[in-house]
């Protein structure tokens, strides 16, 4: 058992011992991965700047800010210590990411910057230290692209037609398929972007530790945070804490790779995991819903020891926090590293399911179930299903589980305005990120044309009790026209369409819906019921 250290506001991750820290002191992610440390499972090392400090700079208190310096300063030195790397060197370099992490889960709602440290010398001395030239440009263009948009606020557009157009110069279709050189020319784009747009960046390490830190508190108050907690009844959290880990790298090749993993089926509660994975990429690959990945299959081919030593994982979780989880990790060069966990976001009907389970399983009591359920109509719990579908005119993953029927919209006004005249409405989008909050909750059903069940997208339709289905292929959304082409049809805004996120179906016109109630398990909850209202009487 090994030390906690507290110094300048600090609190250190991956020398955890007990007490452990509070999620109302470093915020719930860092919590949870200091429990992790402590039974044992890998996890990077970090250290935590805490809540109360960043709600302060986040309401701009001068002196919070000197503290933050200290802090990140004394920080880095641990970090440095820990891994053998130095921040922004020329040969060993370390990197770090900058996590945000509130006391409850507000997932995708908060900034991350991932690969900070990743400078002109430090990018050279990735070649040095891997002999992986495509490596360090891939990390390079990635800090500059997150980092230009989220600390410097700079139009995510200009990178966009930049990749887009040195990618057709290439014959390419993304940056996954860029070699070396093609990278090293797109990293040099995105820095002319950075320097034209006279945003004030420094090539320096501890400059940018410094003002991601500051970005991530900042993003408390943005307006997408801001909603959300509105939503959930969040008004009261104090702001969010800001961890800085060494950063560990599923984008190294195809030996690597990133994912996120929940423990049991968020949509309809079912005891068995499901796994999203994605190779040569990093975690935002993953829950940004840009790309489509893979199954918990592809692990298992890849590495079978390594699917193996991930289902054990998982089960060990539920053990230590008894609940269902959702666990981000990567995969580097073979080795499995967990970055978080949190309670899995779940849809009323799997919440029932997970909830009766848990109870049989012994892993939880009558009295606890009852209390996870407590925020949840019962009574209003319903499985949806059509009557009859026939044939989808695309088909993806089903998501989160459910059926709607609605107008089309193509983006979050659409789905407001249509909403606002009473009208059901199905959002389509090629993908969705914490920005389409809004539209999430106009909407009556979601489709995404990329993605998996642990993108954003997924994540919080599931949480709002909404179908939704992801990684549509054939699906292509036309602005300027406003409409969709699903395969060989075309829908323009306002045309009905019906959405299955058990199925992954997704069908022209109106459906017929009928409604059914998940007899068995909630007659357990009744009986959960009597037996504590007995209990009270006696």
């Not at 906690?4 to 991750?13: C, F, N, P």
């Not at 050279?124 to 440009?137: D, E, K, S, Y």
């Not at 089960?315 to 990790?329: H, N, S, T, Y």
């Not at 993908?431 to 995404?448: L, P």
Request: hydrophobic fraction near 40%; aromatic fraction near 6%; charge should be negative.
């Amino acid at each position: 058992m090994k030390e906690t250290g507290e110094t300048a506001g600090i609190v250190r991750l991956g020398e955890v011992s007990f007490p452990l820290p509070s999620a109302e002191d470093i915020g719930a992610k860092a919590a949870n991965l200091a429990r992790i440390a402590a039974i044992g499972l890998p996890v990077p090392p970090a250290f935590v700047l805490p809540v109360q400090l960043c709600a302060d700079i986040a309401a701009n208190d001068a002196q919070a800010k000197l503290h933050l310096l200290d802090g990140l300063t004394k920080g880095i030195g641990f970090l440095e210590e820990t891994t053998g790397k130095r921040f922004g060197d020329r040969r060993r370099p370390l990197l770090v990411s900058v996590r945000s992490g509130a006391a409850r889960s507000m997932p995708g709602m908060l900034d991350t910057v991932l690969n900070v440290g990743c400078t002109s010398a430090a990018t050279h001395g990735l070649i040095r230290m891997t002999g992986n030239p495509r490596f360090a440009w891939d990390c390079r263009r990635r800090l500059l692209e997150v980092y230009a948009q989220t600390v410097l606020g700079l139009d995510a557009s200009s990178f966009a037609e930049c990749l887009d157009r040195i990618t057709g110069e290439e014959g390419v279709n993304s940056e996954r398929d860029l070699d070396c050189e093609a990278l090293e020319r797109l990293a040099s784009a995105y820095e002319s972007l950075i320097e034209d747009a006279d945003a004030g960046f420094e090539d320096d390490a501890m400059g940018q530790l410094a003002a991601a830190a500051h970005a991530v508190c900042r993003s408390w108050m943005s307006d997408r945070a801001r909603t959300y907690r509105t939503l959930e009844k969040l008004d009261h959290l104090a702001g969010t804490a800001v961890m800085v880990q060494a950063m560990v790298f599923g984008n190294r090749g195809l030996s690597c790779g990133s994912g996120v993993a929940f423990s049991r089926n968020p949509s309809t509660g079912a005891p068995q995991p499901v796994i999203d994975v994605l190779f040569d990429a990093q975690g935002e690959d993953v829950v940004s819903g840009r790309r489509t990945p893979e199954a918990e299959a592809s692990i298992a081919r890849l590495t079978p020891a390594l699917a193996t030593e991930l289902q054990s994982m998982l089960a060990q979780l539920e053990r230590e926090f008894g609940d269902a989880q959702d666990v981000e990790f990567t995969i580097e060069e073979g080795k499995l590293w967990l970055l978080q966990t949190r309670a899995v976001k779940r849809t009323p009907r799997a919440a029932v399911r997970i909830a009766v389970d848990f109870v049989r399983e012994g892993r939880v009591s009558e009295e606890e179930a009852l209390r996870r359920l407590a925020g949840l109509d019962l009574s209003a719990l319903a499985v949806t299903r059509f009557v009859e579908a026939g044939e989808p005119i695309v088909r993806g993953i089903g998501a989160s589980g459910g059926v709607a029927v609605g107008h089309a919209a193509f983006d979050s006004v659409s789905a407001e305005r249509l909403a606002a005249r009473g009208d059901p409405v199905i959002l389509v989008r090629p993908d969705t990120g914490t920005a389409d909050i809004a539209g999430f909750r106009a909407a009556s059903g979601i489709v995404t044309a990329t993605g998996g069940t642990t993108a954003h997208a997924s994540l919080v339709a599931r949480h709002m009790g909404k179908p939704c289905v992801v990684g549509c292929e054939g699906l292509s959304v036309e602005y300027s026209t406003r409409r969709a082409r699903f395969a060989s049809q075309v829908v323009e805004e306002g045309d009905w369409i019906s959405v299955d996120g058990d199925s992954g179906g997704v069908f022209l016109g109106q459906r017929e819906i009928i409604t059914e109630r998940p007899v068995t398990e909630l007659d357990e909850v009744d009986r959960w019921r009597a037996a504590a209202r007995t209990t009270q009487l006696a």
